[in-house]
């Protein structure tokens, strides 16, 4: 049917309160003059928001295409194993806190997915957890200096944790020699006045110690005091700032990627990135959020124990792209970064997605030729074989099946 097999593609901005106003709408060549929240630039074909295909025909549903052409759009083999295009690529701006969260396995999604459907929940309840029976394995390249919490520190770091915060000293025995579990749970299920008794002097102190110039963002205070240092009402304290302190504190630099599997606790803090996830919208939230956040389903499928955060560089494949390796057959990611007169050699396995980040590139087909450039998204359907160029430079993030 499509003649074609590079087009251009149009993602679906999300606006969520957490995000910033000015990186993507200043990617995107747009004046933000409604001043909304520009969270997340979403690429592909999920059906909460597909993004849209530019053909001669008009703008076409990616969702539509790869249901009705799917040996064309995503290839056969692609199509048998998933039924689907199996990744999700975003480019995220992160100004606030995200929810503490965990992501399920792929057997525990669908156990999750087929309860709440038995139990009659509707799939657009503020009280769903699973909304499709997917796990969301999921990969973070840094655009900027970037922030997150990723997974528990290490056994002796959250004791010495523990001993240091005076507020935390009767969490000392619970915590014992290592148990996670114990602490979380402790944690997540205390009384909200015990809460506020514990955390209250903390949060003023820390906010204290900040305005004073004591701390970094390296520190969990830092972030401690950017949630409240602005908050009028002292009464209901979210029991996430204890992940603040007990989760590992990470930074990342532009290029540089962090993984995150099913169980690991984590979330992001602030900054710019591309993620690319499988195919999902399954969250389980734990704090740090005023949506629906199921303490007993997020213990459940969390993992409790120490990790330590793997800041992977890449690694450099031949002609101006750098892979980042990820363990799930649903996605892989690359950087491609080019330039003058540099070039890159591509033959699509899948339907593959190019976001431009910055500067302009030349994609040259065996029967279409397309310019990209920053703010712009390239679409290569499976089996089209391309060469790209470019005059000056280009920051490019590809997303394929591997």
Not at 52 to 73: K, P
Not at 199 to 215: F, H, T
Request: proline fraction near 5%.
């Amino acid at each position: 049917m499509f003649q074609d097999k590079i087009f251009k593609l149009k993602g679906k901005v999300q606006h969520y309160a957490w995000g910033g106003y000015e990186y993507i709408p200043q990617w995107m060549g747009i004046q933000n003059t409604e001043h909304k929240p520009y969270a997340e630039y979403w690429m592909g074909a999920h059906p909460l928001a597909p993004s849209a295909i530019l053909t001669q025909h008009g703008e076409l549903s990616l969702n539509q295409l790869v249901h009705d052409h799917h040996a064309e759009f995503i290839g056969e083999k692609v199509f048998q194993q998933f039924g689907e295009l199996p990744y999700l690529f975003k480019i995220l701006d992160v100004k606030d806190m995200l929810s503490i969260q965990v992501h399920p396995g792929k057997a525990a999604a669908a156990a999750g997915f087929e309860a709440e459907e038995a139990a009659g929940v509707k799939i657009n309840s503020e009280f769903r957890n699973y909304k499709d029976r997917n796990h969301k394995p999921e990969v973070m390249v840094a655009l900027s200096e970037f922030w997150l919490l990723h997974g528990f520190m290490q056994k002796d770091k959250l004791k010495q944790v523990l001993q240091s915060v005076p507020e935390f000293h009767p969490l000392i025995n619970i915590y014992g020699d290592g148990n996670y579990k114990a602490l979380s749970e402790h944690g997540m299920y205390m009384p909200q006045q015990e809460v506020n008794e514990m955390l209250v002097p903390l949060i003023q102190r820390e906010i204290q110690r900040k305005q004073n110039g004591e701390l970094t963002k390296a520190d969990p205070g830092w972030w401690v005091s950017k949630l409240y240092e602005n908050e009028e009402e002292w009464e209901n304290i979210d029991r996430g700032v204890f992940s603040i302190y007990f989760f590992n504190i990470v930074e990342v630099h532009p290029g540089e990627a962090v993984y995150q599997g099913a169980g690991v606790p984590h979330a992001y803090l602030e900054g710019q990135n591309v993620e690319l996830m499988a195919n999902s919208d399954n969250v389980l939230r734990g704090g740090l959020t005023p949506k629906h956040v199921d303490v007993g389903e997020l213990l459940k499928h969390t993992i409790f124990e120490a990790i330590v955060p793997n800041v992977m560089k890449g690694e450099q494949k031949e002609n101006g792209e750098v892979n980042y390796s990820c363990p799930v057959a649903d996605f892989g990611i690359s950087k491609i970064e080019l330039q003058q007169n540099g070039s890159y050699q591509n033959t699509a396995n899948s339907l593959e997605i190019f976001v431009v980040i910055d500067g302009a590139m030349h994609i040259k087909g065996m029967t279409k030729n397309l310019p990209v450039s920053k703010g712009e998204v390239a679409v290569i359907l499976a089996g089209e074989t391309c060469h790209i160029s470019t005059d000056s430079h280009v920051l490019a993030y590809k997303a394929f099946v591997p």
